[in-house]
């Protein structure tokens, strides 16, 4: 018998790389995953976003079949991830999140047993990401740091050469210089036409990374778009310095224009949604002086939590 | 064999080389410091006469009938309890610790999201188990033989591995119930409980049925009896105690796997 039995023929298929349609999956009383639909398109890097019990973990186990769904429809690179989980887990790469790893063994013992598993790796190319993660791979792992832990579990899935790396709170503990490196291979695993399925609840490297991002809240996507879509719908904080006093009763006629303070000639708000109104009142005034501040996903999530609440 | 099935035999295998050294190492010394005492027993009319005036009933519950004996000092002295006891442990301990203790730990996800069946993952480990308690057996064993020979123990050597062998398939019926239950519910207390229940009641049921008219025909209802309710040191190892334990040992490894391809994964 081979451990790979039932490998099927990979459908090559232009479809998305996930789609999730209705994906719920309870613990008994417990409703992880209240229905989730989302699709993650080819080559693209994902974030996937959302606090400690969100249902990031728990979709993402779905997508590996290692959980099997309440209810609802997964679709994996075409795949079904249960009925063809073999083929599915070979073009895909996943780093856990919690991670466990078995602490008597080195990196490299780690390395040369998902790679017999895996049918195989790259020599050089594993060298050459230890290198870049500045990963001693002859130390036990139970020697190794947290972070050195997180970097054996970095290499292991960027070496895989998946088409899927799915990526569970991958930066947790990892330096500054690291997490930058962490970035770059991201960059270069997109650039080689590889999808990116990145969780998190660091909202800075998701920003810095991906393309769009679906935001999840007690089970449910409260919100799916691209990065740049999801900041503008954040709110800005806007400072306008007049030559005189400022026009309060027309500003204070302008739509989404939220928490005003006035000090002598200065105009301070909380601007909520275009800014357009805004520029045209400002294009009849004397105005020395503005400041928008630039909106960052930390404040759209946070305001979408907001609303949500 | 493929690199995928050393890996899936050989991985947990390697895991388990000190737990297995370690029952190796009890072994000998369980084995050589018994039979160390041997030759004052064979020259000492005095023990064995006081042991046999104990009562009848306790004679059997511990296994000291004919305790002058080479046979009944071997049965006495370690393969009455002791010895299978060792056996049923290590069977429950490494089957445990290659299935429930590693999910629940959380260290099986990383290598259940790699591609390889689960039915093939859990074959490999069920393997590694089983090889280990052949290992065991045949420590066991060699070293008994050896300690026979040293001690002059006149014993007919098959008879000794009729008895080793078959406690060795009393460990492998305990880790296939393990690795059954590990299989269903990936909690180590539970394949723990379950193991270490089956071993101690049905050592109970050998030892003490005897002691009722009532319940002494069923004796060897439970595995224990399965094993060594023959006296396998007199009488040698029937081959139905060897499919008795050897089959069902098999079967529970295999049946889980059905239960394992439709449930969660638990993750740490």
Redesign the interface.
Known sequence: ???????RSEPLTDGPAIRIEGLVKDYGLVHAVRGIDLEVRRGEVFGFLGPNGAGK?TTI?CL?D???PTAGRLEVLGLDPRRD???L??R?A?M?G?L???E?MTGAGLVA??G?????LDAKRRDDLAARLDLDLTRRLRDLSSGNRRKV?LL?AFLADAELLILDEPTNGLDPLMQREFLTLVREARQRGTTIFLSSHVLSEVQRAADRVAVLRQGRVLALGDVEELRRRARQRVEVWFAGPPPLGELAGLSGLVDQHVEDHRFSAVLAGSIEPLLALLAHQRVVSMLVEEPDLEEAFLDLYEAAS | M???????IG?PFR?SWRAALGWSVAFVLLIVSTMAFWPAFRGSSGITTAIDQLPAPLLTAFGLEGFGTPAGYLRGGLYELVMPLCFAAAGVLFANSATASEED???L?????????RA??FT?RAIAVFAWLGVLTMVALAVQLASDEVFAVPIDAGRVAATVVLCGLLGAFLAGLGLAVARFVARPQMVLSAGFGIAYTSYLILALFPLSSLLAPWREIAPWGWALGGDPLVNGGDAWRYVLLGVPAVLLAAVGVLAFE????R??
Request: charged residues 25%; without cysteine.
């Open positions: 018998m081979d451990a790979t039995e039932g490998h973990t186990r590996l290692l959980l099997r989980a073999l083929a887990r070979g895909v996943y856990p919690e466990r790893l078995p008597r047993a998902i017999r598993l895996r049918g195989g579990a292991l | 493929s690199a995928r099935w050393v890996e899936l991985g895991a730990s959380g260290r996800e990383l290598f259940v999201s790699q591609p390889v069946s093939a993952f490999g439709r449930r969660d994964i993750s740490a």
